[in-house]
């Protein structure tokens, strides 16, 4: 049998096929240095508008929090329910890692992630939490200056 990864290791594509995809998800979205998970800090959610103003050379990924349809099989029921996926940048690309897709999905640059946020937090139950490191957050480097 296969030895499993180090805890938090960096695997060279977005999904470990050697992890389940909840564990490589959050492999994915934190820091491959720490030895546990950054603290998550439960401050009152910033409304950011326009998102230009977040840094993203700070973040080091996002968790969405976002309406989803509810399906049996290949029927789609009226209902939503909230669903949480996170975004990662791996390179120069962002991905969404999104457990609903069959694989991680590119979604592109900085611009192209901008777009995609807003299009993911138009509906007013969206939320987005940004996982930065702590000294990012003490500084409030995360966010510029208006």
Known sequence: LPEP????SSPPN?????????TTRTHC?????LT???PINR?????????????LPHVL?????????????????????????CVRRLGDTFYNLDSKLPAPA???????????????LAPDTSELL??????VEEQGTWLRPE
């Open 5 to 8: 990864p180090a805890p938090f």
């Open 14 to 22: 977005p999904f470990d096929p050697l992890q389940p995809t909840t």
């Open 29 to 33: 979205i934190c820091n491959p240095q």
């Open 36 to 38: 546990r998970p950054p």
């Open 43 to 55: 401050r009152p959610l910033i409304t950011l508008r326009p998102l230009e103003r977040l840094s």
């Open 61 to 85: 990924g996002l968790l969405l929090n976002v309406p989803s349809r509810v399906r049996l099989g290949a029927l789609a029921l009226p209902l939503c329910r909230p669903h949480w996926l």
């Open 106 to 120: 590119a979604i592109g640059s900085e611009t192209q992630l901008r777009e995609f946020l807003r299009t993911a």
């Open 130 to 135: 940004l996982v930065v490191a702590p000294e």
